[in-house]
């Protein structure tokens, strides 16, 4: 389960290995291992054995045979589709999101839905429905949100590679977290349907150890699908080929300044200085710039549009099963949220969508000048399991903190632009160390190319948390 999906497919297509075997393995793995990682809501076993039987030597599908998971944000058909909330109750869709029907195509068997809090909110994984999903490198602390089940998995060896998505920073703070590989691509790249077709935030992807199968993933699930509102241009090249390219001579800029007032944790910090160090050691033009995102009012704004979409989700869990949206079915924070969208209107949401397109211009100026942006990951180290919590008295208060811990993200979601986090490094108390390095619009071959590099330069993939070896 630590070897590269791509890897693992060649010995199925070779016959050096079964499917049956890899999937089997992955089951073991997460039944020792989810008592105390806590990564799962639903293992499909019989039905990953299942599919794994019927794949066979030869398949001549990039990943035929490989166990993957999928985070609970993405319908898969036959199985419990809950988004962490009570008011979905036991809702079985009956069709797959396209994300999941391009994994099904590539040859992968699912073999279950992984733990995120409720509608994906908070940036860390502890949904009162499920319980807290951990990290597998300090069970104490969180693997991070919302794809917090999805990077325990990976980072324990539950499986090998999983689905993830990412609204507000939610593939890149997991991997962070948890040192993993998380990437994500350029507005419009991989489609969000059949469900929905134009979506301003959120973009689906995958948690990986490797550069290389990160973009051997995008190949996968990248472009448009029938009734798309707007994608993004088809890259040059696959990204597979650009990811294994020198990057040549780049010029990159270095800020830590968050957009929200935040106290950046000086591992942090000393990640980024780190990082700056060896791109300037590979050959690139490295230099700070003073970064024009700090804004008064940039929060309240993101969280009129971030706030519009979860209310919709606990309309939708209402309406599949045929009730009303409650206190007693959405948690506190979750609630908060969709009492605040009752007194707003649609011109107050695209209101606050103008004012983000405006502040999306400030941010993309800078890469006039930069190839490259590198930034913390996150602000603090992985929080402790409960310090954030969307049942407590002051929810708000929770939501307003969750921004302080992971204040780098949010920002390339609101942009648009590709952005990837890499485990470049560990940590004086062990944990990994993730720092983010941001593209220009569409651009994620370049942000590939010199990760790898970087990869190639301090090589993490063999990094593996005590719980996973035991």
């Given at each position: 389960?630590?070897?590269?999906?791509?890897?693992?497919?060649?010995?199925?297509?070779?016959?050096?290995?079964?499917?049956?075997?890899?999937?089997?393995?992955?089951?073991?793995?997460?039944?020792?291992?989810?008592?105390?990682?806590?990564?799962?809501?639903?293992?499909?076993?019989?039905?990953?054995?299942?599919?794994?039987?019927?794949?066979?030597?030869?398949?001549?599908?990039?990943?035929?045979?490989?166990?993957?998971?999928?985070?609970?944000?993405?319908?898969?058909?036959?199985?419990?589709?809950?988004m962490g909330s009570d008011i979905f109750g036991d809702f079985v869709p009956q069709h797959d999101s396209f994300v999941v029907r391009r994994l099904r195509d590539a040859g992968f068997v699912l073999v279950g839905k992984t733990n995120m809090p409720e509608f994906g909110i908070l940036p860390v994984s502890e949904p009162r429905r499920f319980g807290p999903a951990r990290n597998p490198w300090d069970t104490e602390r969180t693997p991070g949100g919302s794809s917090g089940g999805a990077a325990s998995a990976v980072a324990a060896g539950m499986v090998p590679i999983?689905?993830?998505?990412?609204?507000?920073?939610?593939?890149?703070?997991?991997?962070?977290?948890?040192?993993?590989?998380?990437?994500?691509?350029?507005?419009?790249?991989?489609?969000?349907?059949?469900?929905?077709?134009?979506?301003?935030?959120?973009?689906?992807?995958?948690?990986?150890?490797?550069?290389?199968?990160?973009?051997?993933?995008?190949?996968?699930?990248?472009?448009?699908?029938?009734?798309?509102?707007?994608?993004?241009?088809?890259?040059?090249?696959?990204?597979?080929?650009?990811?294994?390219?020198?990057?040549?001579?780049?010029?990159?800029?270095?800020?830590?300044?968050?957009?929200?007032?935040?106290?950046?944790?000086?591992?942090?910090?000393?990640?980024?200085?780190?990082?700056?160090?060896?791109?300037?050691?590979?050959?690139?033009?490295?230099?700070?710039?003073?970064?024009?995102?700090?804004?008064?009012?940039?929060?309240?704004?993101?969280?009129?549009?971030?706030?519009?979409?979860?209310?919709?989700?606990?309309?939708?869990?209402?309406?599949?099963?045929?009730?009303?949206?409650?206190?007693?079915?959405?948690?506190?924070?979750?609630?908060?949220?969709?009492?605040?969208?009752?007194?707003?209107?649609?011109?107050?949401?695209?209101?606050?969508?103008?004012?983000?397109?405006?502040?999306?211009?400030?941010?993309?100026?800078?890469?006039?000048?930069?190839?490259?942006?590198?930034?913390?990951?996150?602000?603090?180290?992985?929080?402790?399991?409960?310090?954030?919590?969307?049942?407590?008295?002051?929810?708000?208060?929770?939501?307003?903190?969750?921004?302080?811990?992971?204040?780098?993200?949010?920002?390339?979601?609101?942009?648009?632009?590709?952005?990837?986090?890499?485990?470049?490094?560990?940590?004086?108390?062990?944990?990994?160390?993730?720092?983010?390095?941001?593209?220009?619009?569409?651009?994620?071959?370049?942000?590939?190319?010199?990760?790898?590099?970087?990869?190639?330069?301090?090589?993490?993939?063999?990094?593996?948390?005590?719980?996973?070896?035991?």
């Amino acid at each position: 389960m630590f070897k590269p999906a791509g890897e693992l497919a060649a010995l199925v297509r070779s016959g050096e290995l079964r499917s049956r075997e890899l999937v089997e393995e992955s089951l073991q793995r997460i039944e020792a291992l989810q008592p105390e990682l806590n990564a799962f809501v639903h293992v499909d076993a019989e039905g990953a054995l299942a599919a794994a039987e019927a794949i066979g030597p030869g398949d001549p599908r990039p990943f035929a045979g490989v166990p993957i998971a999928i985070k609970d944000t993405a319908a898969v058909a036959g199985m419990p589709y809950t988004m962490g909330s009570d008011i979905f109750g036991d809702f079985v869709p009956q069709h797959d999101s396209f994300v999941v029907r391009r994994l099904r195509d590539a040859g992968f068997v699912l073999v279950g839905k992984t733990n995120m809090p409720e509608f994906g909110i908070l940036p860390v994984s502890e949904p009162r429905r499920f319980g807290p999903a951990r990290n597998p490198w300090d069970t104490e602390r969180t693997p991070g949100g919302s794809s917090g089940g999805a990077a325990s998995a990976v980072a324990a060896g539950m499986v090998p590679i999983a689905h993830g998505s990412d609204g507000g920073g939610s593939i890149r703070i997991p991997a962070a977290c948890c040192g993993l590989v998380g990437l994500k691509a350029q507005r419009g790249r991989i489609s969000r349907g059949p469900e929905q077709g134009d979506d301003f935030l959120v973009q689906d992807g995958v948690l990986t150890r490797t550069v290389a199968e990160t973009a051997e993933l995008l190949d996968v699930l990248a472009g448009y699908e029938t009734g798309d509102a707007t994608w993004a241009p088809p890259p040059a090249e696959p990204f597979a080929v650009a990811a294994a390219r020198e990057p040549g001579k780049l010029r990159i800029g270095v800020s830590t300044l968050a957009p929200i007032d935040a106290e950046l944790d000086p591992i942090c910090e000393r990640g980024v200085r780190d990082a700056a160090q060896l791109l300037a050691a590979l050959g690139h033009d490295v230099e700070r710039f003073e970064a024009p995102w700090k804004t008064d009012d940039v929060l309240r704004t993101f969280t009129a549009v971030f706030g519009t979409p979860i209310a919709a989700a606990a309309f939708y869990g209402g309406l599949v099963t045929g009730r009303e949206p409650s206190a007693e079915l959405l948690e506190p924070l979750s609630w908060t949220f969709w009492e605040g969208l009752q007194g707003r209107s649609a011109v107050d949401y695209y209101l606050a969508r103008t004012q983000l397109g405006a502040f999306s211009r400030q941010i993309v100026a800078v890469w006039d000048d930069y190839d490259v942006v590198l930034l913390p990951s996150l602000a603090q180290r992985p929080l402790r399991i409960g310090e954030l919590d969307p049942c407590s008295d002051d929810p708000w208060d929770d939501f307003r903190r969750s921004g302080e811990f992971t204040p780098y993200t949010a920002l390339f979601n609101t942009s648009g632009q590709p952005a990837i986090s890499l485990p470049l490094y560990h940590g004086d108390d062990g944990l990994p160390v993730g720092v983010q390095l941001a593209g220009r619009p569409a651009d994620e071959a370049t942000l590939l190319s010199l990760s790898a590099q970087l990869e190639a330069a301090v090589p993490w993939a063999e990094r593996r948390p005590a719980l996973a070896t035991a």
